[in-house]
């Protein structure tokens, strides 16, 4: 049963974490810091800040080009190395647990 409950749960959130990895590494984001506006302090000084876009917005953004560049595929990519990964980690912290709780 852990195994295949740590299987599922690796395949389900392997869209989200292939979203993540292809936002950290996106070269855009490196273009995107150096742009700055112009704002009004309180006391009249101009100072500049970073734009930046909305976090729905980068992650709608990117989720578009995920799937423009190789459909629905693209969003489970490494889904095979997540599962290799996370069942036998899944597998060995409950057994570790369950001997625990027969041990106290």
Do not use: H, N
């Amino acid at each position: 049963r852990v195994a295949v409950a740590s299987g599922i749960a690796a395949i389900l959130t392997t869209p989200l974490d292939v979203i993540a990895a292809r936002l950290m590494t996106d070269p855009a984001k490196k273009s995107e810091e150096l742009q700055v506006s112009p704002v009004a302090g309180a006391d009249s000084t101009v100072s500049l800040v970073p734009q930046q876009a909305s976090v729905w917005g980068k992650i709608c953004s990117m989720s578009r080009t995920l799937y423009r560049e190789g459909g629905l595929l693209a969003f489970f990519a490494g889904a095979l190395e997540r599962v290799s990964y996370f069942v036998p980690g899944g597998c060995i912290f409950f057994w570790i647990m369950e001997t625990l709780q027969m041990t106290m």
